[in-house]
C-alpha cells in the first residue's frame, strides 16, 4: 500500500498519546480515547479541524515530534506498505519555544532514524503551510522545504480550512517555493468548489491536489488538469466525515478516471478519521466493485505521483506487480 496524503498529527497511535502524555505532562481529558476520534454528528472541514488540538498540545518539543514520526512509519512498515508522504506543519510545533526549522529537523531525524532498518520501503515529509497564517509564518516554511528539499522533505503543502480562500492570496508565496524548484501540493476542493481548485491549480504552481472532489469535470476543467500534468489525492472517509461528500457513491473515482485524470486513494488522517488506506480501499472495492485491475492501476497512479526519483518509481512499480495479489486479497476481507 501506498498513502500520498498523510497528516502526522491526525495519525498518532493510542500508544503514542499515552506515552506521550505522560512525558509531556498533558492531561487527554476524561473522554480519551473517544476525543482523538472526529466528533460525532460532525458537519464541517472546521469541526473536524478541532480534533489536531489535543495532538498537537503533545507535539512541542524535538523528541516528540520525532517519536511519533517513527512510531508511524514503523507500524505502517509493518502493515506491508511500500511507501508513505507524511505531511505535517511545523509552524503548528512552536509553541513552547521550538523553531519550525527544529520541528522539520525533529520530524527528518524520527523519519531517518525509522527508514535504517527497512528494505523495499521509502518515506518522505511534506511541509504545510496554514491557510490561516500569515505570510511571514508560511514564508519560512517555504524557505525550510527549498532548504530541506534534499534531505527526505519532498514538497511544500496548503492546508487548513479552506474558508480562508482563495489562491489569489498566496500567490506571491507559491511563486517563490516554485522558482526554488520546490514541488506543490495545494489542498482544495474538499470544503470549497470547484472554482476554488480551478483557482489554485492556475495560481499556484500544483502537481497534486489534495481533495479536488468537488472539481466539475467540464471540458475545459479536464483539459486544464490534463495539460497541468495534476493528480489528485482522493481521501473518502475523511470527506464523507467532513460532510464535504454525502456517501462512497459519490467520490467521484471512476469519473476522474474515466476522463484520464490521476486519481489516488489515500486516508488524511489515520487517527482523527479512524482509517487508513487498506481500509479506504476496501470502501472503494465494495462500493464500485473495484477489479485487481484497476486497484493495481490506483497504486500506480500513487508511485507515479510520488515526489521520488524516475528510477525508484520503476521499482516501486515493479514491487507493485508482486504484490498486487496480496493487497488485493486484503481489501476483499
Ligand atoms: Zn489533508
Redesign the pocket.
Known sequence: MIDL?L?LDGSLALEDFEFLAKRNGVNLGKEFPSNVYVPKGCTSLEEYLTRFDLPLSLLQDEYSISYVTKSLVNRLYNKGYVYLEI?FAPQLHTLKGLTQEDAVKAAIKGLKEALKDKKDFDANLIICCMRQADYKTNRESVLLAAKYKKDKVCCLDL?GPEAFKTGDKYKELFDEADSLGVDIII?AG?ACGSDEVVRCVNLLHPQRI??GVHLELTKENVKLVKEKHITFEF?PT?NLQTTSLPNYESVPLLEFDKCEIPVTINS??MTVSNTDVIEEYRHLYKTFKLSKDQVLHFLKNSINAAFIPQKEKEYFLKVLDERIDKFYEEIKK
Do not use: I, L, V
Open positions: 496524503h497528516h505531511r492546508a489542498h474538499e489534495g481533495h481521501c475523511s488524511d488522517n
